[in-house]
């Protein structure tokens, strides 16, 4: 079983920045880490991804505003996020892709306020 335990989300104006963080209980080396978004009423969706070779992509409403990272020694992936608009506003969370399949953490609120 994988526990990952996001936080760094909270209510920032359009223009700000936040950092997300996500930590894994076990050990992210090669291994595909993502964050998703749920805005209110809407299906969750891929926000950026870091795959088991250390290749990185967005999703385009994000490109050149978001930055995905993972530091291994620590188990965790980081979404750096600037530039925030009101249309970032959802729950992010952070999803490990096993080998049999894939696990979520409880999320994290991220409010944008124009």
């Known amino acids: 079983q994988v526990r990952l335990v996001e936080s760094g989300g909270g209510l920032v104006q359009a223009g700000g920045s936040l950092r997300l963080s996500c930590v894994a209980s076990?050990?992210?080396?090669?291994?595909?880490m993502s964050w998703y978004r749920q805005a209110p009423g809407k299906q969750r969706e891929l926000v950026a991804r870091?795959?088991?070779?250390?290749?990185?992509t967005y999703t385009d409403p994000v490109k050149g505003r978001f930055s995905i990272s993972g530091d291994n020694a620590k188990n965790t992936v980081y979404l750096q996020m600037s530039s925030l608009k009101p249309e970032d506003t959802g729950v992010y969370y952070c999803?490990?892709?096993?080998?049999?399949?894939?696990?979520w953490g409880q999320g994290t609120q991220v409010t944008v306020s124009s």
């Open positions: 999803n490990y892709h096993g080998l049999l399949s894939d696990y």
């Open positions: 870091i795959d088991n070779g250390g290749t990185v």
């Open positions: 076990v050990s992210t080396v090669r291994k595909t």
